[in-house]
């Protein structure tokens, strides 16, 4: 409807490392939000802003193709869907408004505890299953190491015990995931954080002003938590 189209439309993550944040973000800032509701878009009641929950992989897409004007996502994320897009030929334009002060996190080479490991050259004609091909392809480029890898949307931590692959690249955070799994952490490719990304040509003049008002509340909320 020509009435809502101007309404701000920020996408987050629905559930995963980032929603807790993300929301408390919101809420800090002063975004009344009904919390309960757990339906894909949610009515901010006290500003023109729609807040979409959505699966964090397909947040940068839906900004770089101007269906949400804002989105909160993991810098890991946003670069591989940007280097996937490089690889297609298609446009991945977005700004960074802000790095957050959450969602902390590193993409690491980890094998099985037992292996010995002597750097990148150790996974020369390896296995390696991954949620994030090309950011592991483009260190082994780097590395100039030869490896197979197989992508997985999940469940990565068990590939080597399942006989799947020889080494893993995943996200660790506490590194409880690794140490459950008999695996050992030797290489970080990535570091990274949540970052509030806003799409290109956004010329609204109303919803530029909503983010003017936005970006001091936020930079507000993260110098208190300091
Ligand atoms: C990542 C990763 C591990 C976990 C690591 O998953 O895939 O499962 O976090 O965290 P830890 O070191 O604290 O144990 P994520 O939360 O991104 O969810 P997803 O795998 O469902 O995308
Ligand atoms: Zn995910
Ligand atoms: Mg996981």
Redesign the pocket.
Known sequence: PATESKRLRIAMQKS??LSVDSQALFTSCGLKINLREQRLIAHVENMDIDILRVRDDDIPGLVMDGVCDLGIVGENVLEEESLQRQLDNDSFDYTVLKRLDFGGCRLSIAVPQEDEYRGPASLDGKTIATTYPRLLGRYLKQQGVNARVVNLK?S??VAPRAGLADAIC?????????EANGLKEVDVIYRSKAVLIQRKELTDSKQLKLIDKLMPRINGVMQANE
Do not use: I, N, P
């Open positions: 995963g490392r999940g990565v931590e995943d996200l660790v955070s506490t590194g409880a995931t690794l």
